[in-house]
């Protein structure tokens, strides 16, 4: 049984729906029943009133929540980006990287890396809450891995910044299964900040056991589909 990881907007805006609910169950009885008794027609009025405050309360909260999720989930997206794109000289300065002096080369992203991914994805499809699996239990590779952003200009989500070194780092891949892989990368259907959150998400999802131990002859097929691909 999957579980979602539920922000605290999603919660307020529930407590706005039982309110709404409940004020409708209980006004609704009080304003049919009320007419023979104006006394406790206006007792239970306030209740009413009381009910409507609490839902504009909860969808209130439940508004301010949402807008700040959003903005952690941008500037969480932002470091990230950065990171990827940081590249460094022989004596581990950091350096900047100009799009027009910038040689491209194309790297393959290594073993190590990719079996650190896959251990954090809990051997499922990264773009969360998808519940493929990358590898199924006969040892077959049923996914791909892929860049998040390209530094190739003719490629999805084209990054300027981005570095060879870059391009193959782990914040900088997502492991798909093959639905996701034509979806995000042929079909172009996502954006940067999409991916990393879905990534993000499942990477921190409690329900993704992430002590997956995966074969070198695997990662070696994996290696070889981002080889061919470049993607
Ligand atoms: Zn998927």
């Known amino acids: 049984m999957p579980r979602f990881v539920v922000q605290k907007s999603s919660w307020a805006f529930l407590g706005a729906f039982i309110v709404v609910f409940l004020r409708g169950v209980v006004c609704g009885t009080i304003f049919s029943m009320g007419s023979g008794n104006i006394e406790a027609f206006f007792g239970n009025f306030e209740l009413c009133i009381i009910l409507i ?3 504009i309360g909860f969808v209130g909260m439940g508004i301010v929540l949402f807008v700040k ?4 989930k941008t500037l969480k997206n932002k470091l990230i980006v950065e990171k990827i794109n940081d590249a460094y000289d022989s004596e581990g300065k950091k350096i900047r990287i100009k799009e027009s002096s910038y040689n491209k080369k194309r790297l393959s992203p290594k073993k190590e890396i990719l079996r ?8 499922r499809c990264q773009f969360y809450p998808c519940p493929n699996v990358i590898i199924d239990y006969q040892e077959y590779l049923q996914g791909h891995v892929v860049s998040i952003m390209s530094n190739e200009k003719n490629q999805p989500n084209y ?9 193959i780092k782990i914040d900088n891949l997502i492991l798909l299964c ?5 979806e995000v990368k042929l079909h172009e259907k996502y954006g940067i900040n999409i991916l990393l959150s879905k990534k ?3 990477e921190e999802s409690p329900n993704r056991d ?6 070198d002859e695997i990662l070696e097929e994996l290696i070889q589909g981002y080889i061919e691909r470049y993607l």
Request: proline residues 3%; glycine residues 6%; without cysteine.
């Open 210 to 215: 992430q002590n997956f131990e995966s074969s």
């Open 200 to 202: 993000i998400e499942a």
């Open 53 to 55: 405050v609490i839902m």
């Open 159 to 167: 990054n300027p910044k981005l570095s060879n070194e870059g391009r």
């Open 116 to 123: 650190e991914l896959l251990k954090r994805s809990g051997n």
């Open 69 to 72: 999720e959003k903005k952690i």
């Open 178 to 182: 093959h639905d996701h892989f034509f």
